[in-house]
Protein backbone atom coordinates (compact mmCIF):
# COMPACT_ATOMS: atom_id res chain seq x y z
CA UNK A 1 0.00 0.00 0.00
CA UNK A 2 1.23 3.18 -0.87
CA UNK A 3 1.85 5.64 2.70
CA UNK A 4 2.16 8.80 1.87
CA UNK A 5 2.66 9.52 5.72
CA UNK A 6 6.07 6.77 6.12
CA UNK A 7 9.37 8.17 6.27
CA UNK A 8 12.76 7.19 4.19
CA UNK A 9 14.91 5.97 6.97
CA UNK A 10 18.39 7.65 7.16
CA UNK A 11 21.85 7.78 9.10
CA UNK A 12 23.28 10.64 10.48
CA UNK A 13 27.11 10.87 9.20
CA UNK A 14 27.82 13.89 10.47
CA UNK A 15 27.00 16.85 12.71
CA UNK A 16 28.46 20.13 12.61
CA UNK A 17 27.69 22.52 15.99
CA UNK A 18 26.92 25.68 14.08
CA UNK A 19 26.29 28.09 17.08
CA UNK A 20 24.88 27.29 20.32
CA UNK A 21 21.60 24.85 20.04
CA UNK A 22 22.22 24.95 15.81
CA UNK A 23 23.65 22.08 14.37
CA UNK A 24 23.87 21.08 11.20
CA UNK A 25 23.44 17.34 10.35
CA UNK A 26 24.14 15.20 7.23
CA UNK A 27 21.92 12.46 6.43
CA UNK A 28 22.65 9.06 4.28
CA UNK A 29 19.46 7.03 3.22
CA UNK A 30 19.77 3.80 4.73
CA UNK A 31 18.25 2.28 1.58
CA UNK A 32 20.59 2.03 -1.67
CA UNK A 33 18.17 2.23 -4.16
CA UNK A 34 16.39 5.83 -1.97
CA UNK A 35 20.43 6.85 -2.23
CA UNK A 36 20.96 6.27 -5.64
CA UNK A 37 17.52 7.69 -7.15
CA UNK A 38 16.95 10.58 -4.95
CA UNK A 39 16.27 13.58 -6.40
CA UNK A 40 15.40 17.54 -4.98
CA UNK A 41 15.10 21.12 -6.17
CA UNK A 42 16.87 24.06 -4.41
CA UNK A 43 14.47 25.14 -2.26
CA UNK A 44 12.32 22.32 -1.36
CA UNK A 45 11.50 21.28 2.28
CA UNK A 46 11.10 17.85 4.16
CA UNK A 47 9.68 16.43 7.81
CA UNK A 48 12.64 15.23 9.84
CA UNK A 49 11.80 12.47 12.71
CA UNK A 50 13.21 11.90 15.76
CA UNK A 51 10.76 8.44 16.56
CA UNK A 52 8.67 8.21 19.66
CA UNK A 53 8.88 12.45 19.57
CA UNK A 54 7.51 13.35 16.27
CA UNK A 55 8.21 15.33 13.07
CA UNK A 56 9.53 18.66 12.59
CA UNK A 57 9.33 20.56 8.96
CA UNK A 58 12.78 22.59 7.67
CA UNK A 59 14.08 22.60 4.30
CA UNK A 60 17.06 21.06 2.77
CA UNK A 61 20.08 22.88 3.62
CA UNK A 62 22.39 21.18 1.16
CA UNK A 63 22.41 21.89 -2.30
CA UNK A 64 21.01 19.15 -5.19
CA UNK A 65 24.22 19.82 -7.19
CA UNK A 66 26.01 17.80 -3.92
CA UNK A 67 24.98 14.21 -4.48
CA UNK A 68 24.98 11.41 -1.88
CA UNK A 69 23.52 12.94 0.72
CA UNK A 70 21.23 16.01 2.21
CA UNK A 71 21.93 17.94 5.24
CA UNK A 72 19.82 19.77 7.21
CA UNK A 73 19.94 22.74 9.63
CA UNK A 74 17.87 23.88 12.99
CA UNK A 75 17.70 25.15 16.20
CA UNK A 76 17.05 22.92 19.52
CA UNK A 77 13.85 24.73 20.55
CA UNK A 78 10.81 22.60 21.04
CA UNK A 79 9.98 18.71 21.76
CA UNK A 80 11.01 17.29 18.10
CA UNK A 81 14.14 19.26 17.48
CA UNK A 82 15.04 18.93 21.12
CA UNK A 83 14.56 15.04 20.14
CA UNK A 84 16.76 15.42 16.96
CA UNK A 85 19.24 17.20 18.90
CA UNK A 86 19.72 13.67 21.36
CA UNK A 87 20.67 12.04 18.38
CA UNK A 88 24.50 11.58 17.81
CA UNK A 89 26.53 10.63 14.92
CA UNK A 90 25.12 6.84 12.98
CA UNK A 91 21.76 7.01 14.53
CA UNK A 92 18.80 7.41 12.46
CA UNK A 93 16.67 10.30 11.87
CA UNK A 94 13.27 9.27 9.59
CA UNK A 95 13.05 11.63 6.20
CA UNK A 96 9.67 12.22 4.57
CA UNK A 97 10.19 14.82 1.22
CA UNK A 98 10.87 16.24 -0.87
CA UNK A 99 7.78 18.64 -0.58
CA UNK A 100 6.87 21.74 -2.19
CA UNK A 101 8.23 24.15 -4.91
CA UNK A 102 11.78 25.24 -5.26
CA UNK A 103 13.42 28.55 -6.41
CA UNK A 104 13.50 28.45 -9.86
CA UNK A 105 17.15 28.98 -10.68
CA UNK A 106 17.14 27.77 -14.35
CA UNK A 107 14.94 30.97 -15.60
CA UNK A 108 18.17 33.44 -13.68
CA UNK A 109 20.66 32.07 -16.15
CA UNK A 110 22.65 35.70 -17.02
CA UNK A 111 21.25 37.81 -14.12
CA UNK A 112 23.21 39.08 -10.85
CA UNK A 113 21.97 37.03 -7.95
CA UNK A 114 21.64 39.16 -4.35
CA UNK A 115 20.97 36.69 -1.37
CA UNK A 116 19.44 38.59 1.85
CA UNK A 117 19.40 36.10 5.06
CA UNK A 118 19.13 36.42 8.56
CA UNK A 119 19.87 34.36 11.23
CA UNK A 120 18.15 30.52 11.44
CA UNK A 121 17.07 31.67 8.32
CA UNK A 122 19.98 31.19 6.49
CA UNK A 123 19.46 27.44 5.13
CA UNK A 124 17.29 27.80 2.53
CA UNK A 125 19.37 30.30 1.29
CA UNK A 126 22.45 28.77 1.45
CA UNK A 127 20.64 25.71 -0.83
CA UNK A 128 20.56 28.38 -3.60
CA UNK A 129 23.86 29.63 -2.79
CA UNK A 130 25.63 26.29 -3.61
CA UNK A 131 23.56 25.24 -6.62
CA UNK A 132 24.35 28.55 -7.87
CA UNK A 133 28.15 28.74 -6.71
CA UNK A 134 28.44 25.17 -8.47
CA UNK A 135 26.72 26.42 -11.95
CA UNK A 136 28.72 29.48 -11.40
CA UNK A 137 29.42 30.86 -15.22
CA UNK A 138 25.29 30.95 -15.31
CA UNK A 139 25.36 33.91 -12.97
CA UNK A 140 26.35 37.40 -13.31
CA UNK A 141 27.77 38.83 -9.78
CA UNK A 142 26.70 36.88 -6.62
CA UNK A 143 26.01 39.16 -3.35
CA UNK A 144 25.35 37.86 0.26
CA UNK A 145 24.27 39.64 2.61
CA UNK A 146 24.17 37.45 5.78
CA UNK A 147 23.53 38.71 9.57
CA UNK A 148 22.93 37.40 12.86
CA UNK A 149 22.16 38.95 16.53
CA UNK A 150 25.93 37.98 17.61
CA UNK A 151 28.93 36.34 16.09
CA UNK A 152 28.21 33.45 17.87
CA UNK A 153 24.59 32.85 16.12
CA UNK A 154 26.43 33.43 12.44
CA UNK A 155 25.83 29.94 10.99
CA UNK A 156 27.86 27.98 7.99
CA UNK A 157 30.85 30.62 9.61
CA UNK A 158 33.59 27.49 7.58
CA UNK A 159 31.49 28.83 4.60
CA UNK A 160 31.16 32.19 5.43
CA UNK A 161 35.46 32.40 5.50
CA UNK A 162 35.50 30.01 2.28
CA UNK A 163 32.63 32.60 0.81
CA UNK A 164 34.94 35.73 1.90
CA UNK A 165 38.10 34.53 -0.13
CA UNK A 166 36.15 33.63 -3.64
CA UNK A 167 37.11 36.47 -5.94
CA UNK A 168 33.19 36.45 -7.72
CA UNK A 169 31.25 36.82 -4.72
CA UNK A 170 30.44 39.66 -2.52
CA UNK A 171 30.22 38.83 1.32
CA UNK A 172 28.53 41.40 3.56
CA UNK A 173 28.14 40.01 6.70
CA UNK A 174 26.06 41.81 9.74
CA UNK A 175 25.45 41.38 13.65
CA UNK A 176 23.36 43.55 15.29
CA UNK A 177 24.36 46.08 17.32
CA UNK A 178 26.17 44.87 20.38
CA UNK A 179 26.22 41.50 19.13
CA UNK A 180 29.91 42.26 17.97
CA UNK A 181 33.14 40.57 19.60
CA UNK A 182 35.97 42.81 19.97
CA UNK A 183 37.31 41.44 16.64
CA UNK A 184 34.50 41.56 14.78
CA UNK A 185 35.61 42.83 10.81
CA UNK A 186 32.02 42.58 9.30
CA UNK A 187 29.06 45.46 9.81
CA UNK A 188 26.68 46.05 12.69
CA UNK A 189 23.53 46.75 11.82
CA UNK A 190 20.18 45.15 11.16
CA UNK A 191 20.07 43.23 8.17
CA UNK A 192 18.00 45.73 5.99
CA UNK A 193 19.93 48.48 7.01
CA UNK A 194 22.93 46.93 5.90
CA UNK A 195 21.56 46.11 2.97
CA UNK A 196 20.58 49.42 2.42
CA UNK A 197 23.87 50.52 2.98
CA UNK A 198 25.29 47.84 0.50
CA UNK A 199 23.49 49.43 -2.20
CA UNK A 200 23.56 46.43 -4.48
CA UNK A 201 21.84 47.56 -8.20
CA UNK A 202 18.43 46.50 -9.25
CA UNK A 203 19.40 46.14 -12.96
CA UNK A 204 19.32 42.65 -14.27
CA UNK A 205 18.52 41.12 -10.74
CA UNK A 206 17.63 38.73 -8.60
CA UNK A 207 17.10 38.82 -4.93
CA UNK A 208 16.49 35.89 -2.51
CA UNK A 209 15.71 36.58 1.08
CA UNK A 210 14.79 34.76 4.13
CA UNK A 211 14.82 34.91 7.95
CA UNK A 212 12.72 36.17 10.63
CA UNK A 213 9.26 37.74 9.44
CA UNK A 214 10.21 41.25 10.60
CA UNK A 215 13.27 41.29 8.86
CA UNK A 216 11.65 39.87 5.84
CA UNK A 217 9.26 42.98 6.18
CA UNK A 218 11.65 45.53 6.26
CA UNK A 219 14.47 43.65 3.45
CA UNK A 220 11.39 44.36 1.11
CA UNK A 221 10.72 47.74 2.01
CA UNK A 222 14.35 48.00 1.77
CA UNK A 223 14.45 46.18 -1.77
CA UNK A 224 12.00 48.52 -2.78
CA UNK A 225 13.38 51.64 -2.10
CA UNK A 226 16.60 50.48 -3.77
CA UNK A 227 14.27 49.92 -7.11
CA UNK A 228 13.57 46.19 -7.17
CA UNK A 229 10.47 45.57 -8.28
CA UNK A 230 8.09 42.29 -6.16
CA UNK A 231 8.67 40.12 -9.59
CA UNK A 232 12.27 39.77 -8.41
CA UNK A 233 12.44 39.25 -4.79
CA UNK A 234 12.01 35.51 -3.88
CA UNK A 235 11.37 34.24 -0.87
CA UNK A 236 10.36 31.07 0.97
CA UNK A 237 7.45 30.92 3.73
CA UNK A 238 7.15 28.90 6.69
CA UNK A 239 4.22 27.83 8.74
CA UNK A 240 3.39 24.86 10.97
CA UNK A 241 3.37 21.75 9.50
CA UNK A 242 1.84 18.23 9.91
CA UNK A 243 1.64 16.20 6.95
CA UNK A 244 3.64 18.35 4.03
CA UNK A 245 1.16 17.34 1.71
CA UNK A 246 -1.68 19.14 1.22
CA UNK A 247 -4.19 17.63 3.56
CA UNK A 248 -4.05 18.18 7.94
CA UNK A 249 -5.21 21.93 7.02
CA UNK A 250 -2.26 24.08 8.79
CA UNK A 251 -0.02 25.40 7.18
CA UNK A 252 -2.82 27.62 4.60
CA UNK A 253 -2.97 31.48 4.40
CA UNK A 254 -6.45 31.79 3.11
CA UNK A 255 -6.37 29.66 0.23
CA UNK A 256 -2.56 28.76 -0.54
CA UNK A 257 -0.96 26.01 0.90
CA UNK A 258 2.35 26.54 1.68
CA UNK A 259 3.35 22.92 1.37
CA UNK A 260 2.15 22.35 -1.86
CA UNK A 261 2.31 25.50 -3.81
CA UNK A 262 5.38 26.87 -1.68
CA UNK A 263 7.30 27.67 0.43
CA UNK A 264 9.30 29.85 -2.50
CA UNK A 265 6.87 32.52 -3.52
CA UNK A 266 8.27 36.18 -5.41
CA UNK A 267 7.26 39.06 -3.04
CA UNK A 268 4.36 39.93 -5.99
CA UNK A 269 2.60 36.56 -4.77
CA UNK A 270 3.47 37.23 -1.14
CA UNK A 271 1.40 40.82 -1.38
CA UNK A 272 -1.71 38.92 -2.96
CA UNK A 273 -2.36 36.41 -0.41
CA UNK A 274 -4.60 36.91 2.32
CA UNK A 275 -2.82 38.74 4.96
CA UNK A 276 -2.96 35.40 7.69
CA UNK A 277 0.42 35.48 8.64
CA UNK B 1 -31.32 3.51 -12.74
CA UNK B 2 -33.88 0.98 -11.56
CA UNK B 3 -35.65 1.07 -8.55
CA UNK B 4 -36.12 -2.08 -6.91
CA UNK B 5 -38.47 -2.37 -3.14
CA UNK B 6 -36.67 -3.09 0.03
CA UNK B 7 -39.10 -4.84 2.98
CA UNK B 8 -38.62 -3.73 6.20
CA UNK B 9 -38.26 -7.40 6.58
CA UNK B 10 -35.36 -7.79 4.27
CA UNK B 11 -33.64 -5.34 6.04
CA UNK B 12 -32.91 -7.36 8.80
CA UNK B 13 -32.49 -10.56 6.80
CA UNK B 14 -29.51 -7.99 4.45
CA UNK B 15 -27.97 -7.10 7.70
CA UNK B 16 -27.55 -10.53 9.10
CA UNK B 17 -26.21 -11.98 5.91
CA UNK B 18 -23.77 -8.68 5.19
CA UNK B 19 -22.77 -9.34 9.15
CA UNK B 20 -22.31 -13.17 8.41
CA UNK B 21 -20.00 -12.37 5.35
CA UNK B 22 -17.85 -10.16 8.00
CA UNK B 23 -19.18 -6.49 6.48
CA UNK B 24 -19.92 -3.76 8.79
CA UNK B 25 -22.99 -2.28 9.21
CA UNK B 26 -23.46 1.21 10.44
CA UNK B 27 -26.85 2.78 10.96
CA UNK B 28 -28.18 5.38 13.28
CA UNK B 29 -28.87 3.60 16.70
CA UNK B 30 -28.85 4.69 20.44
CA UNK B 31 -25.46 5.53 21.61
CA UNK B 32 -25.23 7.74 24.99
CA UNK B 33 -29.26 8.43 24.83
CA UNK B 34 -28.68 9.98 21.54
CA UNK B 35 -29.21 8.87 17.76
CA UNK B 36 -25.82 8.26 15.94
CA UNK B 37 -24.41 6.83 13.20
CA UNK B 38 -22.83 3.65 14.73
CA UNK B 39 -22.39 -0.31 13.80
CA UNK B 40 -25.46 -2.72 14.75
CA UNK B 41 -25.54 -6.13 14.62
CA UNK B 42 -29.30 -6.77 14.09
CA UNK B 43 -31.81 -5.18 12.86
CA UNK B 44 -33.61 -3.98 16.31
CA UNK B 45 -30.84 -2.06 16.85
CA UNK B 46 -31.74 0.28 14.47
CA UNK B 47 -33.22 3.49 14.89
CA UNK B 48 -35.57 4.63 12.20
CA UNK B 49 -37.52 7.87 13.66
CA UNK B 50 -34.41 10.11 13.90
CA UNK B 51 -34.04 13.68 11.91
CA UNK B 52 -30.05 13.48 11.41
CA UNK B 53 -27.28 11.50 13.50
CA UNK B 54 -25.02 13.21 16.34
CA UNK B 55 -22.08 12.79 14.52
CA UNK B 56 -21.05 12.38 10.98
CA UNK B 57 -20.01 9.33 9.12
CA UNK B 58 -16.99 10.53 8.47
CA UNK B 59 -15.44 8.66 10.96
CA UNK B 60 -15.65 5.23 9.06
CA UNK B 61 -14.28 7.12 6.16
CA UNK B 62 -11.37 8.42 7.92
CA UNK B 63 -11.02 7.36 11.78
CA UNK B 64 -10.45 9.32 14.49
CA UNK B 65 -7.37 8.29 15.52
CA UNK B 66 -5.41 5.87 12.88
CA UNK B 67 -2.50 4.10 13.25
CA UNK B 68 -0.38 4.70 9.99
CA UNK B 69 3.38 3.35 10.91
CA UNK B 70 5.25 1.22 13.58
CA UNK B 71 8.39 1.75 14.84
CA UNK B 72 11.13 0.39 17.13
CA UNK B 73 14.19 1.96 18.39
CA UNK B 74 17.25 -0.16 19.24
CA UNK B 75 20.95 0.09 19.64
CA UNK B 76 21.25 -0.74 15.92
CA UNK B 77 18.76 1.54 14.43
CA UNK B 78 15.29 2.07 13.82
CA UNK B 79 12.88 -0.77 12.52
CA UNK B 80 9.71 0.99 10.85
CA UNK B 81 6.87 -0.29 9.35
CA UNK B 82 4.06 1.19 7.45
CA UNK B 83 0.45 0.10 8.12
CA UNK B 84 -1.23 -1.55 5.67
CA UNK B 85 -5.01 -1.65 6.02
CA UNK B 86 -7.81 -4.61 4.57
CA UNK B 87 -10.72 -2.29 5.22
CA UNK B 88 -13.98 -4.33 5.68
CA UNK B 89 -16.99 -3.64 3.25
CA UNK B 90 -18.47 -0.87 5.41
CA UNK B 91 -22.06 -0.43 4.32
CA UNK B 92 -23.62 3.06 6.12
CA UNK B 93 -27.45 2.34 6.20
CA UNK B 94 -29.60 5.75 6.85
CA UNK B 95 -27.22 8.37 5.84
CA UNK B 96 -28.61 11.17 4.93
CA UNK B 97 -28.40 12.88 1.59
CA UNK B 98 -26.49 16.07 3.36
CA UNK B 99 -23.60 13.51 4.49
CA UNK B 100 -23.72 11.74 1.42
CA UNK B 101 -22.67 14.71 -0.59
CA UNK B 102 -19.67 15.33 1.87
CA UNK B 103 -17.82 12.26 0.49
CA UNK B 104 -16.80 13.91 -2.20
CA UNK B 105 -15.23 16.64 -0.41
CA UNK B 106 -12.91 14.65 1.68
CA UNK B 107 -12.20 12.69 -1.74
CA UNK B 108 -11.18 15.74 -2.80
CA UNK B 109 -8.65 16.90 0.16
CA UNK B 110 -6.65 13.21 0.46
CA UNK B 111 -6.73 13.00 -3.48
CA UNK B 112 -5.42 16.48 -4.95
CA UNK B 113 -1.89 15.57 -5.86
CA UNK B 114 -0.75 13.24 -3.12
CA UNK B 115 -3.15 10.36 -2.26
CA UNK B 116 -3.84 9.19 1.03
CA UNK B 117 -4.18 5.34 0.92
CA UNK B 118 -5.74 5.04 4.30
CA UNK B 119 -8.97 7.40 3.13
CA UNK B 120 -9.23 5.69 -0.54
CA UNK B 121 -9.34 2.46 1.03
CA UNK B 122 -12.19 2.62 3.53
CA UNK B 123 -14.31 4.90 0.83
CA UNK B 124 -13.57 2.02 -2.20
CA UNK B 125 -14.92 -0.56 0.49
CA UNK B 126 -18.21 1.97 2.14
CA UNK B 127 -21.54 1.59 0.50
CA UNK B 128 -23.93 4.40 1.15
CA UNK B 129 -27.25 3.71 1.65
CA UNK B 130 -29.05 7.04 1.80
CA UNK B 131 -32.72 7.83 3.60
CA UNK B 132 -34.30 10.71 1.86
CA UNK B 133 -35.55 12.99 4.85
CA UNK B 134 -39.08 12.92 5.99
CA UNK B 135 -38.09 15.40 8.88
CA UNK B 136 -36.00 18.47 9.44
CA UNK B 137 -35.70 20.42 12.43
CA UNK B 138 -34.41 24.19 12.81
CA UNK B 139 -30.64 23.83 11.72
CA UNK B 140 -31.02 22.02 8.88
CA UNK B 141 -30.03 24.49 5.77
CA UNK B 142 -29.68 21.83 2.76
CA UNK B 143 -31.28 24.10 0.25
CA UNK B 144 -29.34 27.33 1.54
CA UNK B 145 -26.50 25.57 0.31
CA UNK B 146 -27.53 23.99 -3.08
CA UNK B 147 -28.67 20.49 -1.95
CA UNK B 148 -32.10 19.20 -1.32
CA UNK B 149 -33.62 16.35 1.01
CA UNK B 150 -33.48 13.50 -1.43
CA UNK B 151 -30.55 14.83 -3.13
CA UNK B 152 -28.73 12.03 -4.74
CA UNK B 153 -25.16 13.27 -4.94
CA UNK B 154 -22.71 10.83 -2.90
CA UNK B 155 -24.99 8.12 -2.02
CA UNK B 156 -24.54 5.03 -3.85
CA UNK B 157 -27.87 4.10 -3.20
CA UNK B 158 -31.18 6.43 -2.40
CA UNK B 159 -33.53 4.98 -0.13
CA UNK B 160 -37.21 6.29 0.14
CA UNK B 161 -39.38 5.73 2.97
CA UNK B 162 -43.18 4.48 2.40
CA UNK B 163 -45.95 4.20 4.52
CA UNK B 164 -45.49 1.03 5.58
CA UNK B 165 -42.13 1.06 6.70
CA UNK B 166 -40.79 -0.61 3.89
CA UNK B 167 -38.51 1.31 1.01
CA UNK B 168 -38.42 2.27 -2.42
CA UNK B 169 -34.66 1.46 -3.96
CA UNK B 170 -32.68 3.30 -5.83
CA UNK B 171 -28.99 2.54 -7.10
CA UNK B 172 -27.23 5.68 -7.90
CA UNK B 173 -23.36 4.50 -8.53
CA UNK B 174 -22.28 0.93 -10.21
CA UNK B 175 -21.42 0.45 -6.92
CA UNK B 176 -24.76 0.55 -5.56
CA UNK B 177 -25.84 -0.96 -8.66
CA UNK B 178 -23.63 -4.27 -7.86
CA UNK B 179 -24.47 -3.83 -4.17
CA UNK B 180 -28.44 -4.44 -4.98
CA UNK B 181 -27.60 -7.54 -7.68
CA UNK B 182 -25.35 -8.81 -5.30
CA UNK B 183 -28.56 -8.94 -2.94
CA UNK B 184 -31.23 -9.27 -5.54
CA UNK B 185 -33.37 -11.86 -3.14
CA UNK B 186 -33.78 -9.13 -0.95
CA UNK B 187 -34.02 -6.03 -3.12
CA UNK B 188 -37.30 -6.85 -4.86
CA UNK B 189 -39.54 -5.66 -8.27
CA UNK B 190 -41.36 -2.41 -7.01
CA UNK B 191 -44.87 -2.92 -6.82
CA UNK B 192 -47.19 -1.51 -8.75
CA UNK B 193 -49.31 0.14 -5.80
CA UNK B 194 -47.15 1.78 -3.13
CA UNK B 195 -47.54 4.66 -1.06
CA UNK B 196 -43.89 7.05 -0.47
CA UNK B 197 -43.40 9.51 2.77
CA UNK B 198 -43.16 12.75 0.91
CA UNK B 199 -39.70 14.60 1.45
CA UNK B 200 -39.48 17.06 3.88
CA UNK B 201 -40.04 20.63 2.54
CA UNK B 202 -37.32 22.29 3.71
CA UNK B 203 -37.29 26.55 3.11
CA UNK B 204 -33.60 28.06 2.06
CA UNK B 205 -32.89 30.87 4.25
CA UNK B 206 -34.28 33.83 2.46
CA UNK B 207 -31.47 36.41 3.25
CA UNK B 208 -28.51 33.97 2.56
CA UNK B 209 -26.81 33.66 -0.85
CA UNK B 210 -23.86 31.65 -1.11
CA UNK B 211 -22.35 32.80 -4.49
CA UNK B 212 -22.33 36.07 -2.88
CA UNK B 213 -21.22 34.70 0.36
CA UNK B 214 -18.41 33.04 -1.77
CA UNK B 215 -17.31 36.38 -4.00
CA UNK B 216 -17.08 38.41 -0.58
CA UNK B 217 -14.56 35.83 0.60
CA UNK B 218 -12.43 36.13 -2.50
CA UNK B 219 -11.83 39.50 -1.88
CA UNK B 220 -8.38 39.56 0.20
CA UNK B 221 -9.38 43.24 1.41
CA UNK B 222 -12.41 41.74 3.09
CA UNK B 223 -9.99 39.79 5.50
CA UNK B 224 -9.50 42.63 7.56
CA UNK B 225 -12.97 43.63 7.92
CA UNK B 226 -14.09 44.27 11.59
CA UNK B 227 -17.29 42.30 11.08
CA UNK B 228 -14.77 39.35 11.84
CA UNK B 229 -14.38 39.94 14.94
CA UNK B 230 -17.85 41.15 15.32
CA UNK B 231 -19.30 38.00 13.99
CA UNK B 232 -16.87 35.30 15.77
CA UNK B 233 -16.60 37.31 19.17
CA UNK B 234 -18.70 34.89 21.64
CA UNK B 235 -16.52 31.52 20.07
CA UNK B 236 -14.55 30.16 22.64
CA UNK B 237 -12.63 27.56 20.56
CA UNK B 238 -13.89 24.41 21.86
CA UNK B 239 -13.58 22.75 18.70
CA UNK B 240 -17.03 21.10 18.53
CA UNK B 241 -18.07 22.56 15.23
CA UNK B 242 -15.37 20.85 13.66
CA UNK B 243 -15.60 17.29 15.17
CA UNK B 244 -19.35 17.33 14.49
CA UNK B 245 -18.81 18.67 11.09
CA UNK B 246 -18.90 16.02 8.18
CA UNK B 247 -16.31 18.09 5.55
CA UNK B 248 -14.15 19.02 7.95
CA UNK B 249 -10.85 17.12 7.41
CA UNK B 250 -7.79 18.57 9.59
CA UNK B 251 -5.66 16.39 11.76
CA UNK B 252 -2.46 16.10 13.50
CA UNK B 253 0.02 13.35 13.39
CA UNK B 254 2.16 12.33 16.81
CA UNK B 255 4.00 9.85 18.11
CA UNK B 256 2.58 7.44 20.73
CA UNK B 257 4.96 4.83 22.86
CA UNK B 258 7.66 4.06 24.48
CA UNK B 259 11.64 5.33 24.19
CA UNK B 260 11.94 1.76 21.99
CA UNK B 261 9.05 1.55 20.26
CA UNK B 262 5.83 3.11 19.55
CA UNK B 263 3.49 4.32 16.40
CA UNK B 264 2.59 6.93 14.09
CA UNK B 265 -0.98 8.33 14.64
CA UNK B 266 -3.00 10.05 12.42
CA UNK B 267 -5.64 12.05 15.14
CA UNK B 268 -8.26 14.45 14.10
CA UNK B 269 -7.28 18.10 15.20
CA UNK B 270 -9.13 21.26 14.91
CA UNK B 271 -8.63 24.82 13.40
CA UNK B 272 -10.21 26.23 15.98
CA UNK B 273 -7.27 25.35 18.81
CA UNK B 274 -4.88 28.12 19.43
CA UNK B 275 -1.94 25.35 18.91
CA UNK B 276 -2.80 24.38 15.77
CA UNK B 277 -0.95 27.01 13.87
CA UNK B 278 1.57 27.84 16.61
CA UNK B 279 4.96 27.73 15.17
CA UNK B 280 7.86 26.59 17.58
CA UNK B 281 9.29 30.48 17.80
CA UNK B 282 6.50 31.09 19.62
CA UNK B 283 4.74 33.09 16.47
CA UNK B 284 1.30 32.25 15.58
CA UNK B 285 -0.39 33.43 12.65
CA UNK B 286 -3.84 32.65 13.63
CA UNK B 287 -3.41 33.86 17.32
CA UNK B 288 -6.55 35.19 18.15
CA UNK B 289 -10.28 33.30 18.31
CA UNK B 290 -11.48 35.18 15.44
CA UNK B 291 -8.62 34.22 13.20
CA UNK B 292 -9.26 30.88 14.18
CA UNK B 293 -13.06 30.94 13.60
CA UNK B 294 -12.62 33.56 10.45
CA UNK B 295 -10.22 30.23 8.71
CA UNK B 296 -12.86 28.07 9.22
CA UNK B 297 -15.79 30.21 7.37
CA UNK B 298 -13.38 30.42 4.80
CA UNK B 299 -12.34 27.09 3.78
CA UNK B 300 -15.80 25.80 3.94
CA UNK B 301 -17.05 28.80 1.46
CA UNK B 302 -14.23 29.95 -0.43
CA UNK B 303 -11.30 27.54 -0.22
CA UNK B 304 -13.34 24.02 -0.87
CA UNK B 305 -14.81 25.51 -3.72
CA UNK B 306 -11.89 27.28 -5.53
CA UNK B 307 -9.32 24.63 -4.68
CA UNK B 308 -10.96 21.56 -4.52
CA UNK B 309 -14.10 22.27 -6.82
CA UNK B 310 -15.94 21.02 -3.73
CA UNK B 311 -18.37 22.02 -1.38
CA UNK B 312 -17.52 22.64 1.82
CA UNK B 313 -21.20 23.01 3.80
CA UNK B 314 -23.12 20.39 2.95
CA UNK B 315 -25.90 22.02 5.21
CA UNK B 316 -26.25 19.35 7.88
CA UNK B 317 -26.75 21.98 10.66
CA UNK B 318 -24.70 19.97 13.51
CA UNK B 319 -22.26 22.68 13.98
CA UNK B 320 -25.36 24.80 14.81
CA UNK B 321 -26.40 22.07 17.04
CA UNK B 322 -23.67 21.26 19.13
CA UNK B 323 -22.37 24.67 19.28
CA UNK B 324 -22.39 25.97 22.97
CA UNK B 325 -22.91 29.77 22.53
CA UNK B 326 -24.87 29.39 19.85
CA UNK B 327 -22.75 31.02 17.00
CA UNK B 328 -24.95 29.99 14.00
CA UNK B 329 -22.76 29.47 10.87
CA UNK B 330 -26.38 30.56 9.08
CA UNK B 331 -25.85 34.35 10.63
CA UNK B 332 -22.75 34.51 9.57
CA UNK B 333 -23.58 33.68 5.94
CA UNK B 334 -26.32 35.90 5.95
CA UNK B 335 -24.47 38.79 7.46
CA UNK B 336 -22.16 38.84 4.67
CA UNK B 337 -24.93 38.07 2.00
CA UNK B 338 -26.55 41.40 3.31
CA UNK B 339 -23.09 43.34 2.49
CA UNK B 340 -23.09 45.29 -0.11
Known sequence: ??????????????????????????????????????????????????????????????????????????????????????????????????????????????????????????????????????????????TIVYGAKSVADLVYKNELAQWSRMSDVKLVQAVDPGGETPDWKGKIGFVPTVLEQAAPSPNNAIAVTCGPPIMIKFVLQALNKLGFSDEQVYTTLENKMKCGVGKCGRCNVGDIYICKEGPVYTAAEVKRMYNDF | ?????????????????????????????????????????????????????????????????????????????????????????????????????????????????????????????????????????????????????????????????TSGGDYAVEAITEKGKGFMDRFNNFFEPLPTAYSPLPTVDIKPIAGVDVQKVKEWLKDTKHYENPLWQELARKCIGCGACTFACPTCHCFDIVDEGSAFEGERIKNWDACQFEFFTLHTSGHNPRDTQYKRWRNRFMCKFNFYPNKFSSRGCVGCGRCIRVCPVRLDITEVMEEISSLR
Not at chain 1, 46 to 72: D, M, R, V
Not at chain 2, 57 to 75: D, R, Y
Request: proline share 5%.
Open chain 2, 1 to 161: MTTKFLKKENLGKLIDTLIGEGSIFVAPRMGARQVVYAPVSKFEEIVFDYIIPINSFKEFLFPQTETVAAFSIHKEGVDLRGVEIEPKETVIFGSRPCDAASVASLRAVFNWDFKDEFYNRREDKAVVMTVACTKADDSCFCTTVNLTPDSQKGSDILLQE
Open chain 1, 1 to 142: MDNIYLPYLATIEDIYEEAPDVRTCRLVFKDPKVRDTFDFKTGQFALYSAFGLGESTFCIASSPTHKGYIQCTFRKSGRVTGGLSDLGIGDTMGFRGPYGNWFPIDKWKGKNILFIAGGIGFPPVRSVIWNCLDRRKDFGDI
